[in-house]
């Protein structure tokens, strides 16, 4: 039982990465596209946990742990850039 | 029994994380979409997280402290993306949806300007 | 609130000592003697039963995943309603709350909650600009966030 959900939920979670993606493409500014990766990263997180499942295999949990940080900083740098152009500032107030 | 718990959780997450990129498709401006993106893909993902270690934990008897590290760290960094990715849009001037009724930070930002030019 | 920690542990640990026994589930049932003891000698210690805030911190939790389920719930029908029947826009909601990381923990619990996203803080840090999904009344929105969250946080700070 348990083999055909995690099979029905990796088909789901590949349909959700398809349709972030055509939001990547589409999107009319730079702010949705950064949006919608996010939203990628954050997906792929469930979709190597699925594949552990199926695999019973507990090797992919530091995977998880630097896709989860790479994704974060991915985003916050992608933000930084958008609002000025600057990712690491160091000049401190 | 536990193999009932951890499918409907891990469908419940698909659910969500599926429902999420449909509301990233079906909103009309960033804001709207950042709703989606914060909330029912962070939800999605952290029940397929805990399916999973529910899964290990019961099954094969192994406790993954990092899968719990996971979900904290999902949870602490979407709210920050979301506010990152908003205020720089709204600094670059990303338009609201032209049927939003109203707008308090434009005004107070407009207001801080008219201080700054007297 | 630190010395009181401290006591508990110290407590936990003679517990451990008195048993012989050196593994997590005694340490466990040390820390929860421990706790009673303080709880029953509260009187004569001239301190405040510091587990008050654990349980405030808990109940906060629980309003958390509460209102967590509700926002997903209340997503979900927007974006399967057919039409998009919504009235999105930007609030200002004043808050009481003093310190940097009260005002931080209260924008990250708007961030993840019914249809409202933290988007920006005025130079004082007393205001949160929030943008909503749906905002037929202003005022009722800002009633609401200042009725569940901030009286959870103040709880825990008191």
New interface residues.
């Given amino acids: 039982m348990l083999q055909t959900v995690t099979t029905i939920v990796l088909i789901m979670m590949s349909i959700s990465i398809f349709i972030c993606f055509i939001r990547v493409v589409k999107g009319p500014t730079m702010s949705d596209r950064v949006v919608a990766l996010d939203t990628i990263g954050i997906n792929l997180i469930g979709f190597i946990g699925i594949l552990m499942i199926i695999q019973k295999t507990v090797a992919y949990s530091e995977v998880i742990l630097v896709i989860a940080i790479i994704a974060f900083i991915g985003s916050i740098a992608f933000a930084k850039f958008i609002e000025g152009g600057v990712v690491l500032d160091r000049d401190r107030r | 029994m536990t193999?009932?718990v951890?499918?409907i959780l891990?469908?419940l997450?698909?659910?969500?994380?599926?429902?999420?990129?449909?509301?990233?498709?079906?909103?009309?401006?960033?804001?709207?979409?950042?709703?989606?993106?914060?909330?029912?893909?962070?939800?999605?993902?952290i029940c397929?997280?805990i399916?999973?270690f529910l899964?290990?934990l019961l099954v094969?008897e192994?406790f993954?402290g990092?899968?719990l590290?996971?979900i904290l760290?999902?949870?602490?960094?979407?709210?920050?993306?979301?506010?990152?990715?908003?205020?720089?849009?709204?600094?670059?001037g990303?338009k609201?949806?032209d049927?939003?009724?109203?707008?308090?930070?434009?005004k107070?930002i407009k207001k801080?300007e008219k201080k700054a030019r007297q | 609130m630190a010395f009181q920690i401290l006591l508990n542990i110290a407590i936990a640990f003679i517990w451990m000592l008195l048993k012989n026994n050196f593994t997590g589930v005694e340490f466990a049932i040390g820390y929860i003697v421990g706790l009673l003891l303080l709880f029953v000698l509260r009187r004569f210690l001239n301190f405040d039963f510091y587990f008050r805030r654990v349980i405030a911190v808990f109940k906060l939790i629980v309003l958390f995943i509460y209102k967590l389920i509700l926002a997903n719930i209340d997503v979900i029908k927007i974006v399967l309603s057919p039409k998009l029947n919504i009235k999105p826009g930007i609030i200002a909601v004043p808050t009481k709350l003093k310190t940097e990381w009260e005002v931080t923990l209260l924008s990250c619990l708007i961030s993840l909650t019914p249809g409202t996203l933290s988007m920006n803080f005025s130079e004082d840090g007393k205001t949160i600009y929030v943008h909503a999904i749906h905002v037929p009344d202003k005022n009722e929105a800002i009633k609401e966030i200042h009725n569940s969250f901030e009286k959870a946080i103040l709880e825990v700070t008191k």
């Fill in positions: 193999e009932i951890v499918s891990i469908l997450g698909g659910a969500f994380s599926i429902l999420g990129s449909i509301g990233i498709v079906r909103f009309p401006d960033v804001y709207g979409r950042l709703h989606a993106a914060t909330k029912s893909a962070t939800l999605g993902v397929i997280i399916g999973t899964y290990f094969q192994l993954i990092k899968l590290l996971t760290f999902v949870f602490m960094t979407a709210p920050v993306v979301g506010f990152m990715v908003s205020k720089s849009a709204y600094n670059v990303v609201l949806w049927q939003s009724i109203q707008d308090d930070l434009g107070a801080a």
